[in-house]
């Protein structure tokens, strides 16, 4: 037999209706609904709770956790996830990053950083993982508009706007 869903709510039912109902994502929603059942009584044990929301056992339980550490304000929040990259290394971030911000020689693309990364490191990164590596790290577009273009010739610009 399972686990009672048994917890000390300290907040009333209209108290987590009006938070329910403030909620702008369905994770907010999920873990508040979760403590209205547990309030409620409607289930038996959590295994049941936390099949009735389509959600494992074991998230039920850190929300349960986050929620005895630190109330309603602590399970509701979403805590950040930033992870060093186990592919891209600091020496390849460096090497990005001179080359990101090389206006002679920029990446032309995703697929261009990919392809650069494989020929000077001799690791092969995902295109989706080098797009999200790029773009959280260097701010990087797709097209991003320069200030001009990589291959102009700045010698035939001043005889261009020279000639009468």
Do not use: C
Not at 8 to 23: G, M, N, T, V, Y
Not at 26 to 33: A, S, V
Not at 78 to 84: A, E, G, L
């Amino acid at each position: 037999m399972g686990k009672k869903a048994i917890l000390d709510i300290k907040e009333s039912d209209l108290e987590l209706r009006r938070l329910l109902a403030k909620q702008q994502t369905l994770k907010g929603e999920k873990r508040l609904k979760s403590l209205l059942a547990i309030k409620s009584g409607k289930f038996g044990t959590r295994e049941e709770l936390a099949t009735s929301f389509g959600i494992h056992i074991r998230t039920l339980e850190r929300w349960l956790v986050d929620y005895r550490d630190g109330g309603v304000e602590m399970m509701l929040k979403d805590k950040p996830k930033n992870k060093t990259s186990k592919i891209i290394t600091p020496e390849m971030h460096k090497g990005l990053s001179q080359r990101v911000h090389d206006p002679n020689n920029p990446f032309l693309g995703y697929w261009d950083a990919q392809d650069w990364v494989k020929q000077e490191y001799g690791v092969d990164v995902k295109y989706q993982r080098i797009r999200e590596y790029l773009i959280q790290h260097f701010k990087t577009k797709p097209k991003t508009p320069r200030k001009s273009h990589y291959k102009k010739d700045v010698e035939a610009e001043k005889a261009f706007l020279k000639t009468p």
